[in-house]
């Protein structure tokens, strides 16, 4: 009795396996619309290629900074709250 339960279920599972209906169930030569609704097909439908606008580039030139120079104190000092002092 075992068997046959796992015979009828592994049929029953093979059976149920079919071929995806890509016509959304509308049936051959129908689509579904954009509300939902079956649609006829209207011959072949040529999608081409659509142009992408590219901005053009902007070349600028590097933004210069210029700072004054670091303090340089004499060897042996270091530079703390605004002069030059010995370590």
């Not at 959304?24 to 579904?32: F, L, N, S």
């Not at 954009?34 to 030139?61: I, T």
Request: glycine fraction near 14%; include cysteine; proline fraction near 10%.
């Amino acid at each position: 009795m075992k068997y046959l339960f796992a015979a009828v279920l592994v049929a029953a599972s093979f059976a149920s396996f079919s071929a995806a209906n890509a016509a959304g169930g509308c049936g051959p030569g129908y689509h579904r619309g954009p509300y939902g609704g079956c649609v006829l097909n209207r011959g072949r439908v040529v999608v081409a290629p659509r142009a992408v606008y590219v901005p053009p580039r902007v070349v600028r030139p590097p933004v210069v900074v210029v700072r004054p120079g670091g303090r340089v104190c004499p060897y042996g000092m270091v530079w703390a709250y605004g002069r030059c002092r010995v370590r």
